[in-house]
């Protein structure tokens, strides 16, 4: 069934060069070989896009929306055989990956609504003045996508940030053609994705080149899809290291290019005092629930606990080392992620002033074991360590000497795509001033919950100042992520016949602000 | 009445290192002394902004723009003196320097308005919906400013563009603080403008750090600005290798920001065959007047015409011609950019294929003189110096084979501020397809008008793709303009007491996007 080529937009492709992907839980090569993407494959991927770049970014919204639907339909199809490829590939548990798919099509439905509803092309109009000294012109404008878009699959998440994840839906939804490069950790998971998003291009009668998978092993193919001058920006889902490496590429073009990057976060949780004397316990349990779901791998796995110490934390501490027993041992994403976890855990239990409070249950060699290290705030300022991301099932409690020092340590953390704070009413005067710094922070900030879990929705930020991402000023999730992939145009003294039909005279069914007043 | 400090929040600061401004008609040296601003002025002025920046960003709105309508009418009492200072250090006319003055305080009293509209804050709620599997928690989104803002004056509008210009009047609306980088060859207007800033600073009780304006000569000055930690982002006009500077600066930072740059653009101008045939002679006067207006110096400036070759285009060049006769030379802004227009426009003129088709008056060694140039199609493709900017009053008139090589050289260009479309009704049909090319490579596309001139609207775009600014995702004209200085923010299930005013339930005045639906 899977034949492992590249999709060159109508092309399938297939190089001499191949890789396999591995069993997460086994460590053995799956079938069959996949083609390793050449530099003329990347070109001729990145061509089609350009060509058809004017074609799909000038479709009617209801035929773009239309689109996103059908690969929708043609995704959820794929049904227990993606589910099946993705559990090999990634490790992850079958409901989780049911969910993911429910939430990948459920996103390119959203962003089907979101097109057609229209607001995100923020349409203006200001008509002439001609009492005025100098005349004043009539001027429309509406966002226009911004062209070919580079998107890299995520490991974590071989659904919903891959493929046909959020920065496909979001730039497919912005009139972009999209270029992913695949991860090669799940590249029999993305040749089922890809395949269902090119029957519905063809279906709908768009060119080919609006979609193209390009899968390889090397950064030397990500570097070269950056540079292409034809790619106009990039999304990506994935390690600092990786991040920094294509903002470089990207800022070094003849013409650069904005960057995307969803890269690293710990996600400081701050347990008020009020809150925590009346809950210690439950805050316990629910923070191992937190901190291992998924084996610990997502961007918004809580990494640091902030608390006064006491006898309060003490209570919370006891009750997360009782609940790490019970965690069961789960696969990693891939035999390179368990290593980089226990070597970092490693590191971390050696930090001066780091004890570990816990563990989950041992498992497999391929499956990470959760666990919990508690520090000092004295320590912890002392050692720049204890504040990088470790990706897996691991976490820090900060027993801080009062909320001052708390206020020091989150003032000094580097941008977070979240930030928590547990409370009840008695903590809410301090709380406040807790929310103004966790706004200069964090992208999300939330209260009285867990950071996993990301809804896609409209209000959702999932983004944060750097290195969180390369750039705060948006989302990689949620409706506004469209804006990501825009840029507005302005119409002046342009005759009626020959303006966008959303920016005529009479209503356009779109929300526009007409002489500064939003009309409907 | 000048005393040539720094302003670094509420302190005036003066170096032992000086400099003076020249009189760009006599090339005289002009009274007082200004002193050229250290590191530690600099730092000064960024740790102020960062201290002031949580009190500032946080303000009422309509306290913010009291603040912005307070400067307006500071700056709008300045009068004569400011007048006279700027025509001195400028050597632009007391008419256009009277007009600058009515654009720059109308501009805050715009942004003003547009920060009580509200809109720009992008309010959207999604209210909890416990019903769902899982539940989804309750997300509410608005846009906080960046941080401080570097702003770097630009030369050629010592008021609209520099000290209290768009950049600052957009970061201040935005509710970031601003660094502004004053221009070397006008500190006396800079000094009379952030005089008239700072105490509007102190009138309204905000702290000083607010605003600073540090005053130099040198490259290192804006380096060490743009590299400042608190430094969150940055707004600049000016020279293509000065903004391609900066950016390196940005992008190499521990921390990267963002840079608005509006770097360089040639705005051609297309005359369709069926205008051209109807009104050649107009067309080539009014051509004129565009090129030769404040001499050239424009980033608006028309620097390339292309038509069709044939009796119709002769005749407009005829026109041409004969009206750049009556041109009276004009002082340039600087000795240094006069000397800059006469070595470009010399080397212009022996490009192969280069002719010159007529100039205007000749002036006294700081003026520049009119001049335009003609060229035919293959000889602009065979030679990139053609599409090089000349700032200053010069402009080459392409006679094209036919439609299909204009189309060609269009798409050949790199990304400009505007490109215009001169045609009447016969030329719909083919005008069309110029748009969707024109779109992708300018940011304002005009029809039947001349790209000097930039409306301070809702509607205006000013910007364009890459070199054009370096971000075409955003505009330095117009109310846009704020949300170049915003990051959006996500409250997730926080208590009612806690969240922002505006984001509470019962309508705040302000439309919003409450469950995904536009609510007022």
Chains 1, 2 share one sequence.
């Not at 629910?286 to 006064?308: D, E, H, K, M, R």
Request: with cysteine; hydrophobic share 45%; net charge negative.
């Amino acid at each position: 069934m899977l034949v492992g080529s590249n999709f060159i937009g109508a092309e399938r492709r297939t190089s001499e060069q191949k890789f396999r992907a591995t069993d997460a839980a086994t460590g053995k090569p799956l079938e069959p070989d996949f083609s390793e993407a050449t530099a003329d494959d990347v070109a001729a991927a990145c061509l089609a896009a350009r060509d058809a770049q004017k074609v799909f970014g000038s479709l009617a919204l209801a035929a773009r929306a239309a689109f996103l639907r059908l690969a929708a339909d043609k995704i959820d199809a794929l049904g227990d055989t993606l589910t099946m490829r993705a559990m090999q590939e990634s490790g992850l548990p079958e409901a989780r990956l049911k969910g993911e798919r429910g939430r990948t099509v459920g996103q390119l439905r959203l962003f089907a609504d979101e097109i057609e509803q229209g607001e995100w092309q923020q349409l203006r109009i200001d008509h002439a003045q001609t009492g005025t000294t100098p005349p004043k012109p009539d001027l429309r404008l509406r966002m226009i996508p911004l062209g070919p878009v580079a998107v890299f699959g995520a490991s974590n998440f071989p659904l919903a940030f891959s493929v046909a994840g959020g920065d496909t839906a979001s730039a497919f939804a912005a009139g972009c053609c999209v270029v992913v490069k695949g991860h090669p950790a799940h590249p029999g998971t993305s040749e089922l994705v890809a395949g269902a998003i090119a029957e519905a291009v063809a279906e709908c009668g768009l060119p080919a080149g609006v979609f193209s998978l390009v899968n390889g092993t090397s950064n030397a193919l990500g570097e070269m899809l950056v540079k292409d001058p034809r790619i106009a920006a990039v999304g990506f889902t994935g390690s600092r290291a990786g991040g920094l490496a294509l903002m470089k590429h990207a800022a070094g073009r003849p013409v650069p290019i904005p960057v995307y990057a969803e890269m690293s976060s710990i996600n400081p949780v701050v347990l008020m005092p009020g809150r925590l004397e009346e809950a210690a316990e439950q805050l316990g349990q629910a923070y191992v629930g937190s901190l291992s779901l998924g084996a610990g791998q997502f961007c918004t796995n809580p990494g640091i606990v902030l608390a006064v110490a006491g006898d309060a934390l003490d209570r919370f501490i006891q009750a997360a080392g009782e609940t790490l027993k019970d965690v069961a041992a789960q696969t990693m994403l891939t035999a390179g992620i368990r290593r980089a976890f226990e070597e970092h855990t490693a590191a971390l239990g050696k930090l001066p002033g780091a004890k570990l409070i816990g563990m989950g249950a041992e498992g497999s060699s391929a499956c990470g074991r959760a666990r919990v290290y508690t520090v000092g705030g004295n320590e912890f300022l002392a050692e720049p360590g204890f504040a990088a991301e470790v990706f897996g099932p691991s976490s820090i409690v900060i027993r801080c000497a009062d909320l001052e020092q708390m206020t020091g340590i989150l003032e000094g953390l580097e941008g977070q795509l979240t930030a928590t704070l547990h409370m009840n009413e008695a903590d809410h005067a301090e709380a406040e001033k807790f929310i103004s710094i966790l706004e200069q922070l964090a992208g999300r900030i939330l209260a009285n919950g867990w950071p996993t879990g990301v809804d896609v929705t409209h209000a959702m930020v999932h983004g944060g100042p750097f290195p969180a991402t390369s750039d705060g000023r948006s989302t990689s999730v949620g409706t506004m992520a469209i804006g990501r992939f825009l840029r507005p145009v302005s119409y002046q003294d342009m005759p009626e016949a020959l303006l966008p039909i959303a920016l005529r005279e009479g209503s356009c069914g779109v929300p526009r602000r007409v002489d500064g007043k939003l009309a409907i």
